[in-house]
């Protein structure tokens, strides 16, 4: 009797670890799929990027330092390498993309290009899918994270291979400043 | 929503939709033997020579017949109202209109984490909008042409969210089957009471066999109704989760709470949507004044809770989103 106990615990046991394992496997094959998704959105982003520059190049000619701005963070957001370097240089592309866009406001010609609206459509379209992936990146990785470290499956990270996913910080310093306050009026204060 | 929750949300609108095609099935048993155990009473006096029902036909083909019906709603249930409200597949876009509805349901289905839905537009000037399909892998988001030029990009987006979340949580299998079955619930008691005209029943004796065929008679005159109230019920409390779970997707509830007080000013009905997939839309596609009146008996048949209601707890999120900052 006492036998058939211990083979019980045993089997309860052994199901528990191939279950931990094979959920633990399961998250991290969602992580590494969410960050894809992202990588294709920000190819497809870093590939509508000359385009566009070369479409509005015409008519903002006197913009020029913003232009050069956004082709130089383009080229370094290429190169990077991770989810920290990638997320802090695609975060300098979108200010930098940001700024383009509000300066193209003065431009009436190129609200009424078809071309430029088009592009505009494809580029607000991939920033938000960039948005959304991001969002849904962090949201298993969070789980990821969480599920690996809480006990008992923190026993089975270390036989998954399973160690914490970084998360898409937003490395946007505009976003990340605290506004500068000055109450004080121009009067001295009594 | 928390994981743990959609997958309940998931499991649940599974299980109901299992429920659903067996209460179809018995539905339909019942109907056609209980048919024949009243032919059995009625011919079982009549003396030698006459025709005597014995084999319980009609039982037999009304099952068959049902079987096939959800057999048809399972498989195909998304093509048919697809295929009635005269929708046409945007496959490659050609306008900027277009190109803006395909993009924004590219993003929805990216923050849903769910395969792109096949994207359908229904030539009607009205505004509306629905989802229909058997599973995410197997989905379908259709838009009318007015809702297009109604919305900025921002309240479409938040539409196609809310959307998206109907086929998310498993939504579409139950409604596109209450779509397909409500119709031919109807469609069979109507045919049976009609054949049932004329019919005396003599010397039947046993008040069993009374009570039995009363309750018969009964089951044909209420499932009509009481399927109607069912899909129409079911339908209004997913509403409001599909309201809350698109915002989530898109982090926009105003977005939505502006969409829809835009498609409610628009006054007339959605023609192209049948009544029986009215439940399936994002607003009900029936007139809206007549739609807007409000009472205890009327609620009963609105496939939808009142706009206004909806619109006051999207901007209770996203006030309280925006006050979080």
């Known amino acids: ?190 | 929503m928390s994981d743990q929750n959609l997958f309940a949300q998931q499991a649940a609108n599974k299980r109901k939709s299992a429920w659903l095609i067996g209460g179809f099935l018995v539905f339909f048993a019942w109907i056609g033997f209980g048919g024949d155990y009243g032919l059995y009473l009625a011919t079982r006096g009549l003396p030698p020579g006459n025709y005597h029902h014995l084999v319980p036909l009609i039982g037999i083909a009304a099952t068959l017949v049902a079987t096939g019906m959800a057999w048809t709603a399972w498989n195909r249930g998304d093509q048919k109202v697809l295929g009635a409200s005269g929708a046409w597949e945007l496959i490659t876009p050609v306008t900027p209109e277009q190109q803006q509805l395909n993009n924004v349901v590219e993003e929805m289905a990216i923050a849903a984490g769910i395969p792109k839905p096949r994207i359908w537009v229904i030539p009607d000037k009205d505004p509306n909008a629905f989802a229909t399909g058997r599973d995410p892998q197997h989905a379908s988001i259709a838009v009318t042409e007015g809702l297009l030029a109604l919305l900025s990009r921002e309240e479409l987006q938040a539409v196609v969210a809310h959307e998206m979340s109907h086929i998310r949580n498993y939504d579409i299998r139950l409604m596109t089957l209450l779509a397909a079955m409500v119709g031919a619930v109807g469609l069979i008691s109507h045919f049976m009471l009609r054949s049932l005209r004329g019919v005396r029943l003599k010397k039947s004796g046993a008040p069993v066999a009374l009570v039995v065929l009363l309750v018969w008679v009964l089951t044909l005159i209420l499932a009509p109704i009481a399927s109607a109230i069912l899909s129409m019920a079911v339908s209004r409390k997913r509403e409001y989760l599909a309201d809350a779970t698109g915002a989530q997707l898109n982090r926009n509830p105003l977005a939505l709470a502006t969409a829809l007080e835009k498609v409610d000013a628009a006054p007339e009905a959605t023609r192209s949507i049948i009544r029986g997939a009215g439940h399936l839309c994002i607003v009900d596609p029936g007139e809206r004044k007549l739609a807007s009146r409000a009472g205890f008996l009327s609620g009963l048949f609105e496939s939808h809770p009142p706009i206004r209601l909806r619109v006051a707890r999207l901007q209770g999120m996203g006030y309280a989103v925006n006050g979080e900052r």
């Open chain 1, 1 to 190: 009797m006492p036998f058939v106990i211990l083979l019980v615990v045993a089997a309860v046991l052994v199901l528990w670890l191939v279950g931990a394992y094979n959920g633990l496997i399961a998250l991290k094959n969602q992580v590494v799929n969410a960050w894809k998704q992202i990588d294709v959105q920000l190819k497809r982003r870093h590939d509508l990027i000359p385009n566009l520059v070369n479409t509005v190049k015409g008519v903002m000619n006197f913009e020029r330092s913003t232009l050069e701005a956004v082709i130089s963070a383009r080229n370094k957001a290429v190169g990077a390498q991770g989810v920290a370097a990638t997320a802090k240089a695609e975060g300098e592309l979108s200010q930098a993309l940001g700024r383009l866009f509000a300066l193209s406001e003065s431009y009436p010609e190129l609200k009424s290009s078809q071309n430029v609206l088009q592009l505009q459509e494809e580029l607000t379209s991939t920033e938000n899918k960039i948005g959304f992936a991001r969002q849904l990146y962090n949201d298993v990785a969070t789980q990821y994270n969480t599920r690996q470290a809480q006990f008992p499956t923190s026993l089975v990270a270390g036989l998954a291979k399973a160690s914490p996913a970084d998360l898409w910080e937003i490395e946007d310093a505009a976003e990340r400043a605290v506004p500068n306050v000055d109450l004080s009026l121009d009067q001295p204060k009594a």
